[in-house]
C-alpha cells in the first residue's frame, strides 16, 4: 500500500444556512423584493426556505431548471 485514503464528511467551502442567514441580517428583508435560492438539491432548497421565512424572509423563490425572470 502507498497511500492512505480519508474520507471529510463535513467538509465545505459553502456556507450552511446559518451562516446565510447571518450574512443576509444586514439587510431589511421588507425591502428585498426577491430572494432565488439556487444552489443545492431540492430537499436543501426547500429547507433554506423554510429558514429564510421563519426569519422574516418572504418572495422566496426556488426556480425551475430553464425558467426566465425578468428583474425590474
Not at 428583508?29 to 438539491?41: A, C, E, L, R, S
Request: proline share 4%.
Amino acid at each position: 500500500m502507498n497511500a492512505e485514503i480519508f474520507a471529510i464528511d463535513a467538509f465545505s467551502g459553502h456556507g450552511d444556512y446559518k451562516e446565510m442567514l447571518d450574512y443576509l441580517s444586514c439587510q431589511d428583508p421588507n425591502k428585498i423584493k426577491k430572494t432565488f435560492i439556487v444552489h443545492g438539491d431540492i430537499e436543501a432548497q426547500k429547507f433554506y426556505k423554510r429558514q429564510l421565512r421563519k426569519a422574516g424572509w418572504d418572495n422566496i423563490v426556488i426556480p425551475e431548471p430553464g425558467e426566465v425572470f425578468e428583474l425590474k
